[in-house]
């Protein structure tokens, strides 16, 4: 799987992240989803807010970096 990450560019890798967060959300709060139970459910919630901490902790990583130079 990583070999095929290596192969998407810029644009595709964002949209990955972008549909794999809407699918986390989705998951977590539609009712759309009454399959899933609220165990399933918070742990989706909880891996979305995952995704955005790393998201926005490497944004940072980046400011920190161009302030350096």
């Given at each position: 799987m990583i070999n095929k990450l290596d192969e998407l560019n810029k644009d595709q890798l964002k949209q990955v992240i972008v549909w794999?967060?809407?699918?986390?959300?989705?998951a977590a709060t539609s009712v759309n989803y009454q399959k899933l139970d609220d165990k399933v459910k918070g742990w989706c919630g909880m891996l979305a807010e995952a995704v955005r901490h790393q998201i926005d902790k490497a944004y940072k990583?980046?400011?920190?970096?161009?302030?350096e130079e």
């Open positions: 794999t967060l809407n699918d986390l959300d989705n990583l980046n400011d920190t970096w161009y302030e």
